[in-house]
C-alpha cells in the first residue's frame, strides 16, 4: 500500500467530494506542487482558480509539524482578522478521497518567493524590494499582535528552549538514521541552552514566517496573503522575528570559510548553492539596493508592535540551528524512504552559520 507521498491524485474522486460538499460545477483540477504537501488547483464553472487543496505528504509524524486539522482550525480562527490568509472552505479525513487527509481553501492570488530565486522582474526595482521587505515586518508585526485566546485550544505553547530540546532529539534520531554526526551543531545547542533569555510575551507564531510562506500580487508588490501554518504555535515572538532575520543579507556581512564544507562533499551542484547563499544570502535580493537592512526591519517590527528586541545574537543563532536540523531531518526521512542524504552540504553551512552568530555575533 503506497503512502500519501506517492499515491497518485484521484481526479474524479476529488471533484466528486467537492461537488457534493461544496455544491460547485468543478471543471478541473491543476497540481501546483507535490512536495512536501501536494497542492492542487480546483476550477469551477465560475472561477478558473477557485480553490486550493492540500495535503500533507511527509513529516507530520515528526513533530516539526502541527496535524492538518490543527492548521484548519487555526486557519478558521485566522479568518476575518487583520492577516490575510486564504479562508477555509472544507476539512476531509476520508482518506480514500485523495490518500490522505486534507484542507480546501479560497485561492489567494499572487506568488511566493523561495529562497534561492531573484524576484520576479517586475520587482526587481529598489522600491519595489523596499516595499516587499516592509510589507512582510509589517505583517509578521500583525501576527504577533493578535489576541492568543482563540489559538489556546489548538495551538501547542512551546518556550526556546523546548524548540531547542525537540530540535537535538531530531539530531539524535537523524544520527541514529543516517549514521551522521554533528559536532557543530551540538555545540551551538550547547551554547543556546546556556543562554536562553526570559521571553517577553506569548503571541502567536506562524513558525516558517519568510517570503517563500507569502504571496505578492500586482505591479508595485502588495502582500495578499500568508500561507502554509502548519508550524503554528503560541510562544516567544523573537523566535520568529529571529527567523525571519536570518533571510536577509547586510552589508557588513561577511562570507565565511568553506573549506570544511567543500572538503567533505563531492555534491558539486549543492556546493555552488551554498556558496551562493554564503555570498548572497537566503533570499539573494536581501543584499541588493533598496531592500531593508536588518537594523530598519527591527525598528519597524518594534514601532508597531511596541516590543524592544533584545537578545538578537540569540534568537538568530537559534533560527540558524533549528533550519539545520529541519534539514538534518528531511534527509532521516530520505533514508527511512530508501534514498540517500542530499542536504549535508545545507546542513553543514547553517551549522557554521548559527556558530558564527553565536560566537561573532552582534547583540542588542
Request: glycine share 6%; proline share 7%; aromatic share 8%.
Amino acid at each position: 500500500m503506497t503512502g500519501p507521498e506517492t499515491t497518485a491524485l484521484d481526479t474524479s474522486a476529488l471533484e466528486s467530494y467537492l461537488a457534493t460538499e461544496l455544491g460547485v460545477d468543478v471543471a478541473g483540477t491543476e497540481t501546483l506542487s507535490d512536495g512536501l504537501n501536494l497542492v492542487v488547483a480546483v476550477a469551477t464553472a465560475d472561477d478558473p482558480r477557485a480553490y486550493v487543496v492540500r495535503r500533507p505528504n511527509k513529516l507530520r509524524e515528526s513533530g516539526l509539524f502541527v496535524a492538518i486539522e490543527q492548521e484548519y482550525a487555526v486557519l478558521e480562527r485566522l479568518d476575518g482578522t487583520a492577516v490575510p490568509t486564504p479562508s477555509p472552505v472544507a476539512f476531509c479525513d476520508d482518506e480514500p478521497v485523495l490518500g490522505g487527509a486534507f484542507v480546501v481553501t479560497t485561492y489567494a492570488e499572487g506568488v511566493p518567493f523561495p529562497r534561492g530565486t531573484d524576484l520576479p522582474e517586475r520587482y526587481r526595482t529598489p522600491s519595489a524590494r523596499r516595499r516587499i521587505g516592509e510589507q512582510l515586518v509589517d505583517t509578521l508585526a500583525t501576527i504577533h499582535s493578535l489576541d492568543t485566546d482563540p489559538f489556546d485550544d489548538v495551538c501547542e505553547r512551546l518556550t526556546p528552549q523546548d524548540q531547542i530540546s525537540r530540535a537535538v532529539e531530531r539530531l539524535d534520531v537523524a544520527t541514529t538514521v543516517t549514521g551522521r554526526e554533528y559536532d557543530r551543531l551540538r555545540d551551538v545547542a550547547d551554547w543556546l541552552g546556556a543562554n536562553v533569555p526570559e521571553p517577553p510575551t506569548t503571541t502567536l507564531v506562524h513558525g516558517d514566517y519568510r517570503a517563500g510562506n507569502v504571496l505578492f500580487a500586482g505591479d508595485d508588490p502588495e502582500l495578499t496573503a500568508v500561507l502554509d501554518w502548519e508550524t503554528a504555535m503560541l510562544g516567544d515572538p523573537f523566535t520568529e522575528l529571529g527567523y525571519f532575520l536570518l533571510d536577509y543579507r547586510d552589508e557588513s556581512d561577511s562570507a565565511l570559510p568553506l573549506g570544511d564544507i567543500e572538503a567533505h562533499s563531492s555534491d558539486e551542484a549543492a556546493l555552488e548553492d551554498v556558496r551562493q547563499m554564503n555570498e548572497r544570502g537566503l533570499s539573494p535580493y536581501t543584499a541588493d539596493p533598496g531592500s531593508p537592512s536588518r537594523e530598519d526591519l527591527v525598528a519597524r517590527y518594534e514601532a508597531n508592535t511596541g516590543i524592544t528586541f533584545e537578545h538578537e545574537r540569540f534568537y538568530r543563532a537559534k533560527a540558524a540551528f533549528v533550519l539545520a536540523t529541519v534539514w538534518a531531518d528531511l534527509d532521516r526521512h530520505r533514508v527511512e524512504s530508501g534514498g540517500a542524504p542530499t542536504r549535508n552540504p545545507y546542513v553543514d553551512y547553517m551549522a557554521v552559520v548559527a556558530q558564527h552568530i553565536a560566537e561573532d555575533g552582534d547583540d542588542r
